[in-house]
C-alpha cells in the first residue's frame, strides 16, 4: 500500500511502551487545521522507529510519513472486527529540506499537448 503524508503541529508525543518482550510502540498525535475544523489524528512509531520521535517537542510543525494498517480480528462477543492504525515510518521538521526523489515532479501541460495520437499511445510500454 502506497505511504501518506501529512502536515501538522505535534499536540502529543507518548512514552515508549513494551508491549511485549519483542514489541515496542510510541504515540503521536498531530494537530492538522482543516477548513473550519482542526483534525488531531494519531500515530504509532513502531519497534526502531520509536526513537525517532526522541528529537521532536510538543508544538513543533512536522511533516509525517505514514502507512495505514489494518486487519480483522475476531471480538469476545463474537461477530467479526476490525482494527485501523496509521504507522508512522519518518517525522521530519516542516520545512526541512527533503531528499530528493528518484521520480522527477508532475510538470503543469496544456490541454492541446495532453492529446495523443494513436500513433503515441501505441507507443506506450505496457
Known sequence: MAGFQI???IAFIGDTQQVSDKFTKRLLAVQVVDG???ETPSFEFVQDRVDLLDNFAEGQEVVVDFNVRGRE?????GGRGFFTS???WKIT???AAQPATKAAPAKAISKAASIASDDEISDLPF
Open 73 to 77: 480480528y475476531q471480538p469476545k462477543t
Open 7 to 9: 502536515t501538522g503541529t
Open 93 to 95: 521538521a516542516a520545512g
Open 86 to 88: 496509521l504507522q508512522g
Open 36 to 38: 473550519n475544523f482542526t
